[in-house]
T-cell receptor
Framework: KAGVTQTPRYLIKTRGQQVTLSCSPI?????VSWYQQTPGQGLQFLFE???????NKGNFPGRFSGRQFSNSRSEMNVSTLELGDSALYLC????????????FGPGTRLTVL | AQSVTQLGSHVSVSEGALVLLRCNYS??????LFWYVQYPNQGLQLLLK??????LVKGINGFEAEFKKSETSFHLTKPSAHMSDAAEYFC??????????????FGKGTLLTVNP
């Protein structure tokens, strides 16, 4: 079974721009979660989607948003980029969310200049 | 809120030596506990998961972890370190109560260095 895939793997943007990251979960998985990883703050939960609905949300500003499609693929969007948004963004999928094991993709490395 | 503390941001061992990475959680009710490993420029890979079925959990690559409720700990061990074990290790929890709290909370991570 193919793992979680994320595109693109690397992105360079400038302040004020917006960016969209994509995540394709493991086939059959309906829950997709997003995390931000930075050297200073570590791994932080952004949000979780299940059956096209946001079910859980972390403590991030409204510039961070996401959505999930009927095929369970998910996108996250960051608007008005700031330097502090530079991070590795990780997507994880699980069968039904909850306490199910989450399987992570390789991440998208976003650099904001 | 749930929190996870990993003691030691950096652990260095010799090849063949015991690996011990420490993790403590804060919860009156035992949560679900996970250990993940991250190699450079990669995502996180699950090593093992505790779900209350057994206190000693065996994972991949020879790792295991023991859940100790009295110590609120879930330390990761491996009897003999290999050079390929060099990576960053993360302990994570999901509260067993569920509801809107079904999200992974991670520790700060422990970087494991293995010396030849």
């Amino acid at each position: 079974k193919a793992g979680v895939t994320q595109t693109p793997r690397y992105l360079i943007k400038t302040r004020g721009q917006q960016v969209t990251l994509s995540c394709s979960p493991i086939s059959g998985h309906r829950s997709v979660s997003w995390y931000q990883q930075t050297p200073g703050q570590g791994l932080q939960f952004l949000f979780e989607y299940f059956s096209e609905t946001q079910r859980n949300k972390g403590n991030f500003p409204g510039r961070f948003s996401g959505r999930q499609f009927s095929n369970s693929r998910s996108e996250m969007n960051v608007s008005t980029l700031e330097l502090g948004d530079s991070a590795l963004y990780l997507c994880a999928s699980s069968a039904a969310g909850g306490a199910d094991t989450q399987y992570f993709g390789p991440g998208t490395r976003l650099t904001v200049l | 809120a749930q929190s996870v503390t990993q003691l030691g941001s950096h652990v260095s061992v010799s090849e063949g030596a015991l690996v011990l990475l420490r993790c403590n959680y804060s919860s009156s009710v035992p949560p679900y506990l996970f250990w993940y490993v991250q190699y450079p420029n990669q995502g996180l890979q699950l090593l093992l998961k505790y779900t209350s079925a057994a206190t000693l959990v065996k994972g991949i690559n020879g790792f295991e972890a023991e859940f100790k409720k009295s110590e609120t700990s879930f330390h990761l061990t491996k009897p003999s370190a290999h050079m390929s074990d060099a990576a960053e290790y993360f302990c994570a929890v999901i509260p067993s109560g569920g509801g809107s709290n079904y999200k992974l909370t991670f520790g700060k991570g422990t970087l494991l260095t293995v010396n030849p």
